[in-house]
């Protein structure tokens, strides 16, 4: 299964989640992308380091991770895709699919 984790900008939970969703299992796959990037398409994690923290604390290593913008190709890509962010930021070519998940899970800032 391919899951794909998406919040606002790729900075923190849906990076979050793919990084917890991987540690977890080898069975399935997870990629992670936002829809608010804008200018922070590819630029590393790092930039952003509060994540990279606190999942260093839980023994998870995201620094080698980029911020990604959500596209078509990657939501037909997944069997699953997770939401994390407003309803209302859903692209039109997602807005009926089976396939979402909305989790209410807060933004709590990069």
Known sequence: MNVLFVCYANIGRSQMAEAFFT??????????AGVGVGPYDGQSLMKHGNVVRCMNDVGIDVSHK??????????DRADRVV????????????????KLLFWDVQDVGG
């Open 23 to 32: 540690a977890l299992t080898t069975r399935h796959h997870a990629r992670s």
């Open 66 to 75: 980029t911020i990604t913008q959500l596209t078509p190709a990657l939501f």
């Open 83 to 98: 939401w994390m962010t407003e309803k209302e930021y859903v692209p039109s070519y997602a807005r009926n699919s089976q």
